[in-house]
């Protein structure tokens, strides 16, 4: 694990020029609970759009956040690990 984030880390410090508008993209399940969790990895004045599945059992997040650097995106994404059932696109 350790490994890929090194990796994705240099990936980001390599292609991208600093601060950043960057765009997250999460699939949690339909619960107001995983929701707020997700709502709380980022500060204003980030902007959050919603789109439910099919069958309303799941919601997609999309977050655009200027982020200063990239070990501040990978700090959200290891947060976002931590939530039960969240899938990170």
Request: hydrophobic share 40%.
């Amino acid at each position: 694990m350790k490994e890929n984030i090194d990796k994705f880390r240099q990936l980001l410090a390599d292609n991208k020029q600093w601060p950043m508008l960057y765009y997250f993209k999460f699939i949690v399940q339909n619960n107001q609970e995983k929701l707020n969790q997700v709502k709380e990895l980022f500060t204003d004045p980030a902007t959050i759009t919603y789109k439910t599945s099919r069958d309303i059992r799941f919601i997609g997040m999309s977050c655009k956040q200027w982020m200063p650097d990239a070990d501040s995106i990978i700090q959200i994404y290891e947060k976002a690990a931590k939530v039960d059932g969240l899938i990170a696109l």
